[in-house]
Structures are given as structure tokens and as C-alpha cells.
């Protein structure tokens, strides 16, 4: 295989890519009616034709298979699904930042870009949706997403914004806040590749965008409110005079109605006496724009008059314009007079100043600390034991990393600019500690040596969530990256498993190549072994719950566990009183117990003590939990102690993560705590290791308890054993994969069954067609492009109701169940397969459909 420069992983590679060459299909039908004609000829004139001539046949058509196989290894031949090529016009639509769906006019999808899968409900089963079924049920959204439907039906552009409360896939944690999605339709233009007209359909979330709207009108509206009614009144007049704005503080001392005020209906003559409106609109004659303060008197509606003095700023333009003019009016006739009225003042902006939930500080030039409020020393971690903040350097409370940026701007501050950007710093005190520094200039006083304000907002709580965030995503997208591999690799090991069953019918023990076939199956039974740890990692794994009382399990597994420990380890089990049942895949359960237990032997190589245990912990007793993410309720508690090394925060971080591990190479694949992580979070658990460094660490389950339901009764399915493997009935088999479905075929005709193929859900609509409908059964795989299993099913129950149904698949049987709507007429049959196991399982659904026909 070659590589190309896109190959380094950072390319976002799109969800669904399908374009076929009718072409290539036809070559290859051509190809297939040539050897069948071969084949009926030889076996109509095999008499007749030497045998020298069938050899040589043979030899031809064994001499093309080599070369073919030397051309693909060579890269002179590719398969048909890498004729897809990453184009320029390809990168662009796989780089968008929005969701952006390719599909014909009928809503038949050929290419979907990879943002599109971060919508909730836009991938089902691997699958994506279209844009019409991934708003279907929001009915806030469907009369757009028919006006959208009707306008990809005539090939016109639409562009519609949907308002969604809760958002696409109903998000319960913020179940009443409104997402904003805005969906567009437009047709392609015709290219060489297509001959229908296509339409492309993006989805962008842009509810970050309303909320920045809507909280910038919000933040602008508070700040009209806190201008109209401050202490202060404010006007605004244009070059002329016009007045363009009054605050509702200004408009009552003149004694105006701010309802009938409009904007340049009074003018600067008219609210300032005198001569006073020119001195007001004269402006510097240099442009520069200063303050000037300015004592005059304004005049009432009334004509009376009351002294103002006014913060006033105006400019001329560069072409000498008068522009705009700013003037803050502060009243002066109800100006405090007496020291216990500026007392008064004094408190209350001292007790506003400690209130704050910020932590305020005042520092002179050199960042030094000259005053705080309150809750400085809280955030801060600033006791005051040892010595007094005063004179402290800032500088010094905060982590190495940041000094430089906040030296910086202190600088700036104290040259008084006007953008200075917040300072994001971890505290110097023991703790995860951060804060958010604004800094900003102070204004200089006579004998004061404050010139730089400083607030400082905590963010620790926020950089915890931040970090869990990250984590809970991390972990999702690996196990969604894990689950994915190990469903390729299924359908891989079951095209090796089932033709090294085929070929172990051509060799018996006595053969020279039974050795070499049995190591092939065996080893890709172990890779299957590997692809169900993924599974159960991403929690795709099918499981058999069923109640269970943990002590009882543990008991059992007590004389393995003490063997597989050794000697100089030694095992104590402790059990809780009357503890809780639960509901749980017994196999799954030990192999957690197990795995544990193994971990913590390696643990310790010097030997030394594990203890299991269980217990119940009740709702009361979760609340007092610190553990992240863990809901409060009635568990079941398991515990495996060791006194072994122990682990590091740093490596507890990452032992959940597939294929990390701390043993030598050779020694572990990693996958044994990612399994275990996987098996308690499919049974909605939780998992959490607590550890010491050479004291030893303690892995805690919390498995929810099953509270039975009255006259609750366990069923056992014991399958009859299945002799006669033979049968004559028609199957209909239906798979994406042409090895496994060219095993399975070859397997079931094997057998006598009559068999009919097809690559994919149109084609087996097709083939049934054909047919008139008269097949037996249906095999299908359940993840396929363009139409997959669960909605082929629904296709196929409008005429066949009965046809009995086999899903084969790679993820877990309880998905495949939740796409079908456990339709419980559906066997289920996990992918990798035996030669043994799909001929077991067909001849078991055949024999139930005899069953019910006799009854």
C-alpha cells in the first residue's frame, strides 16, 4: 500500500464516500457469465473434452489469480472502494465546519462529510442519516424541514434557521435551554460522475452565535439601563447641536419625559443657559479628544436653573468636522457638604468593595500589592499568618508560567492601554488552584501609589469540569475509534476462520497442511479474542445479564483466584451482610474479577496480600462520595486491595485507555483494564482506582442494585443440540463484505441449500423480487451503506411478514436489538463466525419456522 501526504491522521475523513462505475459492475457480471458458461460446458461435455484441456484451464485461470494477486501487492491493481481519491473539491467539503450531506433528489445519500457525525441522531449503526430524518419527531422543526424537502425536490436553494429546545438527541442536562441549527439546501451542479441531479444539505449549529447575539443585546440593554438610571445624567449631541440622547437621570432633573423625548427634537441651546452651548461645541483645535470639566448651569423645563459640572469630550474630524460630543453631568447642588455625609459615601463603597465575589487588588508600578478586598486572601489562599500582603509582589502568588504575561500586563497598565487581555494563571499555593487576572491602569492621585487594578476571578471549579470534559470525550472517541476496529476485524476473522474451515473439510488430521490450517484458525480465534476486549472496551459487547448474588461468585472464583496468584501472595475475601442482588453477565463479571486480580499480583513481585470484598452502599452514603461523574443511588460495592507499588496520577489517568500498559514488552497487550472498564460501564457502573505510591492501590466497583420485580423468574435457553446440518430450503444471504459473503455462500450451498446473493439492501429488494418472494430465510448483515439491516427488514415485512430473519454483526446483539425494535422474530448471530456455527444456527431457525408451520 502507498501513502500519501493526507495519511497522517489529520485528515477528516468523511462519514459515507460511495460512487460506483457502472462500468467496473459490468466487467465484473461479464467476468462471472464467462466462468459460469466454463462451468456448464465442462460439466455438459466433461466426457468429451480431454483432460489435458481442463488441467490446462485450470492452470490458466490459477496463473491470472497469481498475477492478480502480484498486481494488487504491486499497486498495479486497486479494489473498487479505493478508487475514492481525496480531491481538492473533496478536502473542501471534508474540512467544513458544518454537516454537509450529498444526496440525490429522492434523498438517496452519496457523501456525507465527517462534522456531520457530531450532530446526536445523524449516525444510526455507522449509517448517516439524511437531514429530513435527523429532524424527524422535533415538531418545532418540520414545517421548515418541508419547505427544505420541497425545495430539494425542484433542485432550488433554501436556507431555514430551526430553534430546537433541548437540541438534536434531547440533551437532559440542559433540557429546557434552545439550540439553533441553521439548514440549507442547494442544488449541485451536473458533473461527469453523476448523472442525477444532486443536492447538498449542510447543518451548522449556530446557537452559539444566537446566544452571543442574544447576550450581547442582553449585556447592551443593562447597559442602556445601568447609563439611564446612574447617579449621573448623560447627553449626547451631534455636530450641530442636536441632542441624540439623554439618560433618564438627565431627562428628570430637567423635568422632560423620557417616553416623549426623540432623538434631535431639542437641541444644546436649549437645556444649557447663555453662551454656554458655544463653549460646549467648540472642540480642540489639534483633534485631540481630552476630558474637560466644565462648571455651568443647565436649564430646566420649567426655566428655573441648577448648577452641573460637566465631564465633557469633543473633537473635530481629520477634515476639521465638529463629530459627536460625550458630556457627563454630575449634580452639584445635592453635593455632599459635610464630612458625615462623605463618611457615609465612604462605607458604602467599602462595603461594596469586600462584597465583591471577586477579589479585588490595587498595585503601584512595580506590582507590588498597596490594597485588597476581602476575598483576595480566600482565592488567593492567603492566610496572612506568616506575614502581611502589603508590599507582596503579585507576581509571586501565581505559577512561573504565567509571570511573564502578567509582567507584561502590568506595562500596559501602567502606560494606560485600553486593551489589555485577562491573564489565565495557576496559583503558587499547594492545590489545583487558577485564577483569571483583568488588569487595567489606575487613575494617578497626589501621594497615592496605586496605578494598576487587578481582578481576579476563580477558575478551579471551571478547570475541573474542563478537564473532566475532555476526559469523558477522550475516552468516548477511543471507544468509538476501538469499537469501530474491532467491527472491520470481525468481518476479516470471519472470512479467515470460515475458509480455514472449508479447507480443514479438504484436510483431514493426516494431511500435510492440517497443521499449517489449524494454526491459521487458531491464531484469528485468538484475534477474535482480541476484537471482543475492543468491543467490550467500547461497550459494544453483547452481554447476558442476568441477577446475581456477588458473594456467591466470588466464593467461586476463590480456589482459581488463589492459583493463579501463587504461593507468596496471599488472598483474603471479606463479605458484607445481606448483600444486595445484581444484574449483571456472570462470564463478563468474573473476567473483571479475574482481570483485577491478575493486575494486582503483577503488582506486587515481592509478593504480598489481596483483599476482595463486597459490600452495599447505600444512596445516603454515595452522596458523601467525592468521585467524579457518579451518580448518587444504592450500589453493590467489589473491592480488589493490593499492597503493591502502587500508581501515579499520571498513569491513573491513562490505565483505562486501550493498549497502555506498564509491563515489559511482551508481557501484556493493555487491553485487560480497558476491557474491565468497558464490561462496569456497560453494566452502568462505575470504576475508580484509589492509589498510594509504594503503599499499594484499591480498585472500587459500584454496580447499581437490582431491586426484583415481583414473581421475577430467571429463563435458561438451552438450545437442543443440532445433528443434521443439511437442508434444501432457499436463503437469501445479504452482506457488504464479498469475503464473508462469499464464505457463508459457499458454506450453506455445502449443505444443499439453494442460495442467493446480494451486496447490499437494493439488491436484495431486487433479488427477492426476482424471486417472487419465495425464500426461506434471510441472512443479513446489519451496518451496509446506502440502505442498511434494520431498514431492510422494514421493506421486507410489508410482503413477507413471516420471513424468518438472521442479523449477523460485529457489535453487540442488544444494539442490533434497539434498531429493530427487538423484533424478537430476529435471530441474532455475532460476527465472527465458524463454518460450524452459521450452518448450526441456520438449521435451528429453519427447524423453529418447521415447527410453527406444523402447529
Known sequence: ????????????????????????????????????????????????????????????????????????????????????????????????????????????????????????????????????????????????????????????????????????????????????????????PETDEVRKPLIMWSVEDITRDRDNNESAFRDLQRAIDYLDHSPAGFFSADAHGAIQYLNSTLTDWLGYDLAEFNSGHLSMADIVRGDGATLLMRGRSDGEIRTEIIDIDLVRRNGTSFPVRLLHRAARMADGELGETRTLVLDRSSAPDNEEELRAAEVRFSRFFNDTPFAIATLD??????????????????????????????????????????????????????????????????????????????????????????????????????????????????GQLAGGVAHDFNNLLTAIIGFSDLLLLKHKPGDPSFSELMQIKQNANRAAGLTRQLLAFSRRQTLRPQVLELPLIVDDLTVLLKRMIGEKNTLQVEHGRNVWPVRADVVQLEQVIINLVVNARDAM????????????????????????????????????????????????????????????????????????????????????????????????????????????????????????????????????????????????RATGYEVFEADGGEEALEVLEDQDFKIDLMISDVAMPEMDGPTLLKHVRETMPNLKVIFVSGYAEESVRRDIEDDQSVEFLPKPYSLDQINTKVKEVLQKIGRGDEA
Not at 499555593?429 to 494598576?452: I, K
Not at 467525592?626 to 498513569?651: C, H, N, R, W
Not at 437469501?732 to 464473508?740: A, G, I, P, Q, R
Open 605 to 748: 513481585p515481592d509478593g504480598g496480600s489481596i483483599t476482595l470484598r463486597t459490600g452495599n452502599v447505600t444512596h445516603d452514603e454515595a452522596e458523601k462520595l467525592t468521585f467524579k461523574g457518579m451518580v448518587p443511588a444504592d450500589y453493590v460495592l467489589i473491592e480488589v486491595q493490593d499492597t503493591g507499588t502502587g500508581m501515579s496520577a499520571e498513569i491513573i489517568e491513562k490505565i483505562f485507555e486501550p493498549f497502555f500498559t506498564t509491563k515489559e514488552l511482551g508481557k501484556g497487550t493493555g487491553l485487560g483494564l480497558s476491557t474491565v472498564y468497558g464490561i462496569v460501564k456497560q453494566t452502568e457502573g462505575f470504576i475508580y482506582p484509589v492509589s498510594v505510591v509504594g503503599v499499594g492501590t484499591t480498585f472500587k466497583i459500584y454496580l447499581p442494585r437490582h431491586i426484583p420485580v415481583e414473581a421475577e423468574a430467571v429463563k435458561a435457553a438451552v438450545a437442543a443440540p443440532v445433528r443434521d446440518l443439511t437442508g434444501h430450503e432457499r436463503i437469501l444471504l445479504v452482506d457488504d463484505e464479498e469475503s464473508v459473503r462469499a464464505f457463508s455462500a459457499q458454506a450453506l
Open 1 to 188: 500500500m502507498t501513502s500519501t501526504p493526507l495519511g497522517d491522521g489529520n485528515y477528516p475523513e468523511p462519514l459515507l464516500a460511495s460512487s460506483r462505475s457502472n462500468a467496473g459492475v459490468w466487467r465484473v457480471a461479464a467476468l462471472g457469465l464467462v466462468l459460469v458458461v466454463a462451468a456448464v460446458v465442462f460439466s455438459v461435455f466433461g466426457e468429451q473434452i480431454p483432460g489435458d484441456w481442463v488441467i490446462a484451464f485450470v492452470g490458466v485461470l490459477a496463473v491470472v489469480g497469481v498475477f492478480c494477486l502480484f498486481g494488487l501487492a504491486a499497486g498495479l491493481f486497486r479494489f473498487g472502494s479505493t478508487e475514492e481519491r481525496r480531491t481538492v473539491s473533496r478536502a473542501v467539503v471534508d474540512s467544513l465546519p458544518y454537516g454537509a450531506v450529498v444526496a440525490d433528489r429522492d434523498g438517496k445519500i452519496s457523501y456525507v462529510n465527517g462534522h456531520y457525525g457530531s450532530f446526536a441522531g445523524g449516525v444510526s449503526n455507522g449509517v448517516p442519516l439524511g437531514v429530513p430524518r435527523l429532524f424527524a419527531g422535533q415538531s418545532e422543526a418540520s414545517e421548515a424541514i418541508y419547505r427544505l424537502s420541497r425545495a430539494a425536490k425542484d433542485g432550488r436553494g433554501a436556507v431555514e434557521d430551526i430553534r430546537l429546545v433541548g437540541g438534536l438527541g434531547g440533551s437532559q442536562a440542559e433540557s429546557n435551554r434552545a439550540f439553533w441549527y441553521r439548514v440549507a439546501v442547494r442544488p449541485l
Open 365 to 478: 508600578g512595580a506590582g507590588r500589592i498597596i490594597r485588597t478586598n476581602a476575598p483576595f486572601g480566600r482565592i488567593f489562599k492567603w492566610s496572612g499568618e506568616e506575614k502581611s500582603l502589603e508590599l507582596q509582589p503579585l507576581a509571586e502568588l501565581i505559577g512561573e508560567g504565567s509571570r511573564e504575561k502578567f509582567a507584561k500586563a502590568i506595562e500596559d497598565a501602567a502606560a494606560h492601554q485600553s486593551e489589555i487581555d485577562p491573564v489565565d494563571a495557576l496559583l503558587t499555593a499547594e492545590g489545583d488552584h487558577a485564577v483569571r487576572l483583568y488588569v487595567s491602569g489606575s487613575e494617578m492621585s497626589a501621594g497615592s501609589p496605586e496605578q494598576v487594578n487587578v481582578y481576579a476571578l476563580d477558575m478551579t471549579d471551571q478547570r475541573k469540569l474542563e478537564a473532566q470534559f475532555a476526559q469523558s470525550q477522550k475516552m468516548q472517541a477511543v
